[in-house]
């Protein structure tokens, strides 16, 4: 009888214990930044804080984003090209990031004005956002290097990469809502060639995804 008390008293204390430890990682995370989840699927999330009316802003400034490959990405590309002159160098990571930096710039802002009625502006002012971007985990299946000796060159898909999106009241620097979003360029049917024309035009779709996952969040 006195074993049985024992468990039960043990149980309850594990059950407290969990309890009291959910609560306080609850609390953390709620404190943490101070936003509440919209949308928690695999390939989406999104956030927003109470009460933060972002179809309310009528114009935006677009930070500088920063690319990086997807770790360890560069090195297997790499590993498959046989001949060396394929083969990626330092050079052409930081060129064919710069093109990808710069194209993300100009479509994802432009598709927020034409779709989401945003002025893109250089300075705050009232009803402004500050929206700092951040592409990771990048991949390019056949990136056209520059120097590379002539190649056809086939993919099903060009690539992938993740967008972590920071929403900020750009007068009080106040962070209103974040967006991290994995996309992935159009898959075809069949094996398609490819150039960095192609490669830029297939990216330039998920920019536009990547802005329309702001819309939605906005609505």
Do not use: C
């Not at 204390?13 to 969990?18: C, D, K, V």
């Not at 993300?104 to 009625?117: D, H, M, P, R």
């Amino acid at each position: 009888m006195l074993n049985i008390k024992y468990r039960l008293k043990v149980i309850t204390l594990s059950i407290l214990s969990l309890g009291l430890f959910s609560l306080t990682m609850a609390t953390l995370s709620a404190d943490d930044s101070g936003l509440k989840s919209v949308t928690d699927m695999r390939k989406l999330q999104t956030s927003l804080k109470d009460g933060a009316n972002l179809a309310s802003y009528k114009s935006f400034i677009l930070e500088p984003v920063t690319a990086t490959f997807k770790e360890g990405w560069v090195k297997n590309y790499n590993k498959d090209q046989r001949s060396l002159s394929h083969k990626m160098k330092d050079d052409d990571v930081i060129e064919v990031k710069g093109r990808l930096e710069k194209q993300f710039q100009i479509s994802f802002a432009k598709y927020l004005t034409k779709k989401a009625n945003l002025t893109e502006v250089k300075k705050a002012g009232e009803k402004t956002l500050r929206l700092k971007p951040v592409i990771s985990k990048l991949v390019i299946n056949a990136p056209d290097i520059q120097g590379a000796t002539s190649r056809v060159l086939m993919v099903q898909t060009v690539g992938k990469a993740t967008l972590d999106l920071e929403i900020y009241d750009a007068t009080s620097n106040e962070l209103l809502g974040k967006i991290s979003s994995n996309r992935k360029t159009r898959e075809y049917h069949e094996m398609r060639r490819t150039d960095r024309v192609f490669n830029k035009s297939e990216f330039i779709q998920v920019y536009n995804s990547w802005a329309r996952d702001y819309i939605a969040l906005a609505k």
